[in-house]
């Protein structure tokens, strides 16, 4: 694997961004695969060392034989909201797609995804892409895609209600996650908001929830919304996980985690 990194130009300043190469890429007329990923943090925090970003950068690289550019998008604080890390991550998906040449990638075949708060950003990202811009898949982990998140149904309350609070993501803590990304909590933007967004002519996608997580209603209701509109989805439900279950190194102690990296990287193939 080759790892190098690079910064460029966004409408907020630098984006700095984290490229992994297979070295076994294909390399052919129809060019390699390629994959924008977006960390989670709950909108306030992670980097680009976080297991989410490099561990799973280096992890899907290798599966998909090709290229992986991890974002570092701006963080919500008191001066950074909507639309900026948005913004970000959509001017970092352009740049991929004009690097095609130099990364001997396809931009047909490239997909733009991440987990958690990172998968909200990649997916109002997708929704403001038309063609040819739009990505051939859009991968989401555990994503929260929804203001208020929908409610967990009443046998997965009872078993998440065991969990530590610090395991937890309950209404407050959804209430403040999003507050720190919007600023606020009301006027929400529907059309950059994929749960509240018009779906129609959306990309495939692929969803992994993990199967005890408070945000997993956000995920399948998601699916379901993309399945009305006859947008191509599969999810899958990560056993015994918990929300954030990417973000736990090395892979192969735990299978789960491998076999969601596999079914992310199955896209486009």
């Keep these: 694997m080759t790892v190098t990194e690079t910064t460029v130009d966004g409408p907020h300043g630098p984006i700095r961004l984290r490229l992994y190469r297979a070295d076994d890429i294909e390399h052919g007329t129809s060019g390699a695969r390629s994959l924008l990923w977006a960390h989670g943090g709950g909108f306030t925090g992670g980097d680009l060392d976080m297991p989410e970003a490099h561990v799973v950068g280096l992890e899907l690289a290798r599966r998909l ?27 970092a998906w352009a740049w991929l797609l004009a690097s095609a040449d ?11 995804g991440g987990a958690s708060a990172g998968a909200f950003l990649a997916a109002a990202a997708a929704l403001r892409t038309s063609a040819p811009a739009k990505p051939a898949t859009v991968l989401l982990a555990y994503p929260a895609l929804h203001f208020p998140n929908p409610a967990p149904e009443d046998a997965l309350a009872a078993e998440l209600r065991a969990l ?20 606020r909590i009301t006027g929400i933007p529907s059309a950059e908001t994929p749960g509240a967004a018009d779906l129609s002519g959306y990309p495939p996608v692929r969803i992994v929830v993990s199967e005890f997580d408070d945000l997993r209603g956000s995920g399948e209701l998601f699916a379901q919304q993309l399945a009305s509109c006859g947008v191509p989805v599969e999810r899958t439900v990560a056993e015994g996980m918990l929300h954030g279950h990417l973000n736990i190194p090395p892979v192969d102690l735990i299978p789960e985690i491998a076999r969601s990296l596999d079914f992310l990287a199955m896209s486009g193939r």
């Design 164 to 183: 530590p609070p610090v395991l937890r993501f309950p209404p407050q803590t959804v209430v403040e996650i999003f507050r720190a990304y919007l600023g």
């Design 65 to 91: 034989r090709g290229v992986v550019v991890s974002v570092e998008y701006r963080l919500a604080s008191d001066t950074v909201h909507h639309p900026i890390p948005v913004d970000d991550v959509a001017a």
């Design 102 to 112: 130099d990364l001997g990638i396809d931009p047909a075949r490239a997909a733009i």
